[in-house]
């Protein structure tokens, strides 16, 4: 990659595979890079029991095109969150907006979401790849961490 100036920080996206180039320090001081695996400790509060065979053909169906909201872990964890609060289904909007939900910290096999919505006892949400640890596996929930009150 050429440097255009001479300040400038390079950045590299993985998720998008695209690489930018930033002009200035002062917007790399606004940029909240990732945190690394080594350092995020993954140990729920609360341990959420699955199923792997479950698991299994669910990641076999969103193979074949079904469910893709499986391969987000933004979308799952919406999805679970939203499921504590309305355990029979949901309909319509889901009650945790996506605006609540944050990403805090992400590898090809593990992820942490923070949650962020006054109706929900859930803070954080620790999920993994279990069956495909790849950009084209399902994303599970494992377990969660409980707001302290």
Do not use: C
């Amino acid at each position: 990659m050429d440097i255009i100036e001479e300040n400038a920080i390079p950045a590299f996206l993985e998720s998008t595979q695209l690489i930018v180039e930033l002009e200035t320090v002062d917007l790399y001081n606004n940029i909240i890079f990732p945190v690394q695996a080594k350092e995020y400790d993954i140990n729920p509060q609360v341990e959420v029991p699955y199923d792997i065979k479950k698991e299994e053909n669910d990641q076999k169906s969103v193979d074949k095109g079904h469910s893709p909201w499986k391969l987000d872990p933004l979308l799952s964890t919406q999805v679970f969150v939203s499921l504590q609060l309305s355990p029979g289904g949901i309909e319509g909007e889901y009650p945790i907006e996506e605006g609540n939900i944050k990403l805090l910290h992400s590898t090809k096999d593990t992820a942490v979401v923070e949650v962020k919505d006054a109706k929900s006892a859930i803070k954080f949400v620790y999920l993994q790849r279990l069956v495909k640890q790849d950009t084209s596996g399902i994303w599970t929930v494992i377990g969660y961490d409980k707001i302290d009150k």
